[in-house]
């Protein structure tokens, strides 16, 4: 690749901050774009970018940032591209410095961006000098399949966000890649004290020469994937509470009725040996990111058939799921 790597300091938040600085300078222009859902972190700049709203006490971002409504949440994908159309092209407004978005919204409940939808972006970035910046922060080091989540949909990001699985081992570990011409820090101009934690260094290093020299991972994922995705859909055929799983490779989501019986299952399956996470715009999305050598991911999919067992027996009746999102 012919990006050039900066170590923005060890978070995702501190990647996105960097990236969100460097393209309003880089562009010479301030509006950022998102989509409704995404989410990028919690330091103030990321929270801005963040379609997923801001936290207690923290003001909402109404300058410089757009919301485009995610394709999910359209009525057509005609609809979904006159919107996105218009986040470029507002009459009164200047185009945007940079469309910020994550191919699949991990905090925003497990919702992929389709390839169609990912170039369309590409396009109307490069035709209005917007920088696109993949936030592969959840998504990438192998997640859903490749160790770039994008290199199967055909786009060239100017900028990419990079961390949690990056070092290998789970140490604290981020960085922004940058198209060279994008470049434009001064020396030092985006300096501090840990941008970089050595130790992550050296097993980021291995894990890139030991799973990715080849590519012998990415094909285990999508085969690791595969019964888990078969044992998802036919738990959620189970229950009218459920709705069959979302995400690609090893970042799939459940969703559920509500976030009353999405943290019922993570608790119970809590108890029961396995941790799932919640997620979600409404919390109702169980959440599965097992190690990618995960090796008995049989033993999940049983603990969840009986925890959902569990919820059903013990759920309200009439309570069912509403329309997806
Ligand atoms: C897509 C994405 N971007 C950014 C972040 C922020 O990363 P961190 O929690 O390391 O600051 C996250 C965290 O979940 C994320 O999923």
């Known amino acids: 690749m012919s990006y050039r790597v900066q170590f923005t300091g060890p978070a995702g938040t501190t990647a996105v901050e960097a990236a969100v600085r ?37 003001p909402p971002a109404t300058r410089g940032v757009t919301t485009v409504p995610h394709e999910l949440e359209q009525p057509s994908a005609g609809r979904a591209s006159e919107e996105l159309e218009r986040a470029f092209t507002a009459p009164g407004s200047t185009p945007p410095a940079a469309f910020i978005v994550e191919t699949v919204q991990g905090e925003g409940g497990v919702r992929p961006t389709t390839t ?28 859903t399949g490749p160790f770039l989540s994008f290199e199967a949909d055909g786009v060239e990001p100017d900028v990419v966000c990079l961390s ?29 004290t840990f941008r970089g934690n050595n130790l992550a260094f050296v097993t980021a290093r291995l894990a890139l020469s030991e799973w990715w020299s080849d590519g012998a991972l990415r094909q ?16 959620a055929a189970r229950h009218d509470w459920l709705a069959p799983p979302t995400g690609r490779g090893l970042m799939l ?73």
Do not use: N
Request: aromatic fraction near 2%.
């Open 22 to 58: 460097l393209a309003r300078i880089a562009a010479g222009r301030e509006r950022i774009v998102h989509l409704s859902g995404s989410y990028h972190g919690m330091t103030r700049d990321s929270i801005g970018v963040s379609g997923l709203g801001a936290p207690r006490g923290v």
């Open 164 to 192: 949690k699985s990056l070092s290998g081992v789970g140490l604290p570990m981020g960085l922004v890649l940058i198209r060279p011409s994008l470049d434009v820090w001064d020396p030092g101009e985006y300096s501090g």
């Open 253 to 325: 989501g459940l969703p559920c009725a509500d976030r009353h019986v999405a943290d019922l299952v993570s608790t119970l399956a809590f108890t029961q040996g396995l941790l799932v996470e919640t997620c979600g715009r409404r919390g109702e999305v169980v959440k599965l990111l097992p190690p990618l050598t995960v090796t008995k991911a049989e033993v999940a999919l049983q603990i969840l058939e009986h925890v959902t067992d569990q919820v059903a027996g013990s759920r309200p009746v009439g309570s069912t799921l509403p329309a997806a999102t």
């Open 116 to 143: 169609t939808r990912l170039r369309e972006i590409e396009r109307l970035c490069r035709a209005h000098g917007t920088l696109l910046v993949v936030d592969d922060i959840q998504a990438g080091c192998g997640r």
């Open 220 to 235: 285990s994922v999508s085969q690791r994937s595969e019964p888990l995705v078969q044992g998802l859909t036919a738990i």
